[in-house]
């Protein structure tokens, strides 16, 4: 295990995946916003999600990026070959060249997830079993901050200097933020993954394989795909509101940064003292409560206050339960491997949630907004029961116990 304190871990992985939100809450936040007001209709908008399928795909290079003995040599160049993206799309013209930024946009995916590989076995090689709960809210608060501040405050800096400020702004902080990881003196691995472990489709496959992970993989494809449908059309339908990039940008970089922030440390927190089975069970409960909330605003309940109050609470349940979700996915990793090991399990939810993504643009155009985010609760409720009646048949290890790689809640 590292030998840098627990307040020098969270810091270190804090820029990192505040990094990887950074580019990436623009494009999934603030982007649906602005093709909106270019007049593209929902379900196109729905099926730009797919440029975010490196993530899902990224399982597939996993190992080859596990191998290596020292985690920065791949996360400092993928950060700057996103920053160097960034520089790019500043210069592009959206009216003119959409089809290049739309590349742009699936680019950054692929370098950032393939960085996302390395920093989750980083995560997995620093912090003990008892650090997980809060490394992991950590890990959540830094992206969602990133999310925040590319989807929210960037937006905000769009509506008033434009397209080339707004990208040049991004691709500084990404170079700002690789400063920590840049000084980090990281000792090579005792053991990688090639130390008598295939680099190919045979380490995956063992992944799948071991005790509980078939039916732990189906809780990581319910957990979110509710909320992830509902979510998909939220922008889109603030904006049919008659709400402009600002509104939506204070909205979101104020009242969901703040909330969402705060969830995701309680969420870490709430992992370690409640136990994670029983965490992400309740936080899930309150996930699906601020999913609904949603169809209130599309029947009526429009008000500016009360978008900001659905906003505040949505964002704060969606980070407690992805806290504890990822805390539980960390568990079940193995020290060697934790990188591919984090990973299958990631791409396995980015598939379930990029599904409902790329769906919620179809349900809204044929239903309306409030049945849309109706059915987001609905399929909420019913991946939650469905999520509890899976871990109800399999092992919870004592509070304490690394249960990596074995069969555990």
Not at 141 to 170: K, N, P, Q, S
Request: aromatic residues 10%; hydrophobic residues 50%.
């Amino acid at each position: 295990m590292s030998q840098l304190s627990t307040r020098a871990k969270l810091g270190l992985l804090s820029t990192l995946y505040f990094s990887q939100g950074l580019p990436f809450g623009f494009f999934v936040q603030a982007l649906p916003v602005l093709l909106r007001e270019q007049g593209l209709s929902l379900p196109a908008i729905s099926m730009t999600s797919l440029l975010a399928l490196p993530w899902a795909l990224k399982f597939a290079w996993a190992p080859w990026v596990d191998a290596s003995p020292r985690r920065k040599r791949w996360i400092v160049p993928l950060q700057w070959g996103s920053a160097s993206v960034m520089f790019i799309t500043a210069m592009l013209d959206p009216s003119k060249l959409l089809w290049a930024v739309l590349a742009a946009v699936f680019i950054a995916n692929l370098l950032a997830a393939t960085q996302d590989i390395a920093t989750d076995g980083l995560a997995v090689d620093e912090l003990d079993y008892e650090e997980r709960g809060l490394g992991n809210g950590v890990q959540v608060a830094g992206y969602r901050v990133g999310m925040i501040v590319g989807g929210g405050l960037m937006l905000v800096i769009f509506d008033y200097t434009g397209w080339a400020l707004t990208f040049g702004t991004i691709g500084v902080l990404l170079l700002v933020a690789s400063i920590p990881i840049l000084l980090r003196d990281e000792p090579p691995r005792e053991r990688t993954l090639d130390d008598g472990e295939p680099m190919d489709w045979r380490a995956i496959l063992a992944i799948v394989k071991r005790p509980g992970m078939a039916s732990w993989l189906l809780v990581l494809v319910l957990y979110k795909f509710g909320e992830s449908l509902a979510g998909g059309m939220l922008r889109p339908y603030l904006v049919d509101l008659g709400m402009r990039e600002a509104q939506i940008g204070w909205m979101l970089g104020a009242a969901g940064f703040t909330s969402g922030l705060i969830g995701a440390l309680a969420g870490g927190w709430g992992a370690q003292k409640l136990g994670r089975r029983r965490a992400l069970i309740l936080f899930g409960a309150l996930q699906t409560l601020g999913v609904t909330l949603y169809a209130l605003a599309a029947l009526g309940a429009n008000e500016l206050p009360m978008l900001y109050l659905f906003c505040i609470i949505e964002h704060f349940t969606g980070g407690l339960a992805t806290a504890a979700l990822f805390t539980m996915m960390m568990d079940r990793c193995q020290e060697h491997s934790g990188g591919t090991d984090y990973t299958v399990q990631a791409s396995v939810v980015v598939l379930s949630t990029g599904l409902a993504s790329s769906l919620s643009g179809f349900v809204a155009m044929k239903f309306g907004y409030a049945f849309h985010f109706w059915l987001g609760g609905t399929l909420s409720i019913l991946g939650l029961l469905a999520v509890i009646a899976l871990l109800s048949r399999q092992k919870e290890h004592p509070a304490g116990q690394n249960p990596a790689g074995a069969s555990n809640s």
